[in-house]
């Protein structure tokens, strides 16, 4: 559960802002939308696949 406690002089604007850039960091979001719908085993695969080659290429 990710949290953020607001410091003595700190706005709700800043807080929200950093709750997001943690959110974002613990990959939250990129879990949800990928769990979103399910996922066929070949889909996974293929998945896999791009991601191995993208890595494979860029180094």
Known sequence: M???VLGA???I???LR???RQVS???ILADVKKNRHFETPLEKRK???IAARRK???G
Request: net charge positive; proline share 0%; charged share 50%.
């Open 9 to 11: 002089n700190e706005g």
């Open 47 to 49: 998945r896999k696949a």
């Open 2 to 4: 990710t949290q953020v």
């Open 25 to 27: 960091k613990d990959g």
């Open 56 to 58: 494979r290429r860029m």
């Open 13 to 15: 604007d800043s807080a």
């Open 18 to 20: 950093r709750f997001k």
